[in-house]
């Protein structure tokens, strides 16, 4: 059963920073792709950041510069450094998977079918 448990997020000011963390289990880690998604209150969750099997990343254009998402394949770990955080940052943020196809990370945005149960983000002005 795949288990993602998201850690890290907070209350920061406009231009702070927050690490995010995702902790994974009852998978096979390297037999599945890993991303980033926050929810707004009233608007729909949106991919945030995504990391391919070269460790290759692709990122919301919004979020462009200010975000970094890494991994640890030691500890099957999925990591979002945020810095500069703006207001409209606000949303509580999710780790996503989804398995690979032929062992690659392909498909779009819509085809992360694995969440963790979200951690805030609230970032004041």
């Known amino acids: 059963q795949v288990q993602l448990v998201e850690s890290g997020g907070g209350s920061v000011q406009s231009g702070g920073s927050l690490r995010l963390s995702c902790a994974t289990s009852?998978?096979?880690?390297?037999?599945?792709?890993m991303g980033w998604f926050r929810q707004a209150p009233g608007k729909e969750r949106e991919g945030v950041a995504r990391?391919?099997?070269?460790?290759?990343?692709e990122y919301k254009a919004s979020v462009k510069g200010r975000f970094t998402i890494t991994q640890d394949h030691a500890k099957n770990s999925l990591h979002l450094q945020m810095n500069g955080l703006k207001p409209e940052d606000t949303a509580t943020y999710y780790c996503?998977?989804?398995?690979?196809?032929?062992?690659?990370?392909?498909?779009?945005?819509?085809?992360?079918?694995?969440w963790g149960q979200g951690t805030q983000v609230t970032v004041s002005s």
């Open positions: 996503a998977a989804k398995e690979k196809v032929f062992g690659v990370c392909i498909g779009s945005w819509g085809a992360f079918d694995r």
């Open positions: 009852g998978f096979q880690y390297s037999s599945y792709c």
């Open positions: 990391i391919y099997d070269d460790d290759s990343t």
